[in-house]
């Protein structure tokens, strides 16, 4: 019953990954195989991702929005070309007067008598029922903002933490597309490794098998020996099984992340090291909230959240805007026609709303208060994921030493129980016992390179450093 619990420990082992040294088992000759090193699926992944064409496009959202932003600081000019016709009286006078073609006839001047003073009474037809008129308008407006208390200053002011943000944004994808690689890259390497553990496996198994139909030629052995022999290699070379099948999925993350396609078997090149920060925890916290950029990005949420504000407040105060307009007036369609200037300079100003910019102000404040409590809960969640990476990296680190160590005595141990097995003092059952021992100790070991890796990962990662400078790549 042990052995069957250490094996099943084994199995789930093998799917874990680390760096470890490559081979190649993949389907295929070497000469067939996709070799990648680390700096080319990275700029694969980089090229092609999802999260990446997110940010990406997010920064494009954002740069465009300050633009929108800036430009409601300058003048704004507007053309507009209009056709119309009426027989309303005051519109069709106006349109004559605008065209400067009233004349006195549109006044009635053919009904009115000089020496008739009855006349004065009589309604001209000309004016009270004139017939229709067309009219052909072209403006040009020009309104330039003076002042509007503040708000669009602080429109372009927001705009800008928003562009920041998903700048931030961008190197923290960025960054966790790094974790994935590693990752990836990595999985692939383990895959190998957990192959080699399970060759060596596989050939102690077949000595094995050999050696106890020997000994149970020579009558040294029972048959049970030999039947548990024969299942133990089976056995292992089912795990052996199991681990190809993990190098295959392994491969299939890799291509996917990258973008590489599945009809070309690959194997990836040398492995890869993060080199652990020397600064104390206190010194790490301190470059965590200046340099972290994802905090960074909520910093800058919450100044777009704090000028919401004092956009919400700029509603309070008077509004101020000139505008120039030159137009031109034309019984025929064309543009031109009769000329008109005007300027106006136009104040406005809301007194009373009925507690509208008091509530509007009061959800901006409270919109800033949530943004200010997420960016303090998410520095609280770094500062414990950054503490919990620095020690743990300093543990597997130390880990290491002991499973490489732990591989050493568990060698010796196997070619010891060998002998003993082989002089008839010991029994299959203990020897294969001694064999699941070492398995895991070469296991365990390859498990160990791979947490210190990833946790020195993890702790760039919280530190907004995992770059592709600090990942250092091995022939």
Avoid at 28 to 52: C, R, Y
Avoid at 263 to 287: R, T, Y
Avoid at 413 to 441: C, F, H, N, P, W
Wanted: aromatic share 6%; glycine share 6%.
């Amino acid at each position: 019953m042990r052995f069957v619990k250490v094996s099943k420990k084994i199995l789930v082992m093998l799917v874990l990954v680390v760096s470890f040294p490559v081979t190649s088992f993949a389907a295929g000759t070497q000469a067939d195989q996709q070799l990648l090193d680390f700096s080319s699926v990275w700029q694969a992944a980089l090229k092609q991702t999802p999260e990446m064409l997110l940010a990406r496009a997010r920064i494009g959202e954002a740069e465009a929005a300050v633009a929108t932003a800036q430009g409601n600081i300058l003048p704004r000019l507007n053309a507009s070309y209009m056709g119309s016709a009426t027989d309303n009286p005051l519109n069709v006078f106006g349109m004559k007067l605008t065209q400067g073609e009233a004349t006195f006839n549109d006044f009635g001047a053919v009904q009115f008598n000089p020496s008739d003073p009855a006349s004065l009474y009589i309604a001209p037809r000309n004016l009270n029922s004139p017939d229709w008129y067309d009219n052909y308008q072209s403006i040009l407006k020009l309104q330039i903002p003076v002042y509007n208390g503040g708000k669009v200053r602080e429109q372009v002011n927001q705009a800008k933490a928003y562009l920041a943000t998903a700048r931030h944004g961008d190197e923290m994808a960025r960054q966790q597309l790094m974790l994935k690689v590693l990752k990836a890259y990595e999985g692939v390497r383990a895959a190998n490794a957990f192959i080699s553990v399970a060759d060596k496996s596989v050939a102690a198994a077949q000595a094995y098998a050999t050696l106890t139909d020997k000994l149970f030629a020579r009558g040294v052995v029972s048959y049970n020996d030999q039947l548990r022999a024969r299942l133990n290699l089976d056995s292992v070379r089912l795990r052996r099984s199991v681990a190809l099948t993990n190098f295959d999925k392994a491969c299939d993350g890799l291509r996917i992340l990258a973008g590489f396609t599945d009809n070309i078997p690959m194997a990836v090149a040398g492995p890869v090291s993060i080199a652990l920060p020397e600064e104390s925890v206190v010194q790490l916290q301190k470059q965590m909230e200046n340099g972290n950029p994802g905090l960074l990005a909520l910093r800058n949420r919450e100044e777009a959240a704090k000028a919401e504000v004092r956009i919400a407040q700029a509603d309070y105060l008077p509004r101020f805007n000139i505008v120039l307009s030159q137009e031109w007036n034309a019984p025929n369609p064309q543009l031109g026609g009769n000329s008109a200037s005007m300027i106006a300079g136009i104040l406005s100003w809301d007194l009373f709303d009925f507690g509208v910019r008091k509530g509007n102000v009061a959800q901006a404040r409270q919109r800033a208060l949530q943004q200010t409590a997420e960016r303090r809960r998410a520095a609280n969640g770094l500062r414990l994921q950054l503490n919990a990476a620095w020690r743990d990296a300093h543990l597997a680190a130390e880990s290491i030493k002991v499973r490489e160590l732990a591989i050493i005595q568990a060698e010796e141990a196997e070619r010891l129980e060998r002998l003993r097995y082989e002089q008839g003092v010991s029994t299959m059952t203990e020897l294969l016992l001694i064999q699941t021992q070492l398995d895991k100790a070469r296991s365990d070991l390859i498990m160990a390179r791979y947490q210190e890796l990833m946790q020195r990962a993890g702790l760039l990662l919280a530190l907004g450093q995992l770059t592709p400078a600090m990942v250092s790549e091995q022939p």
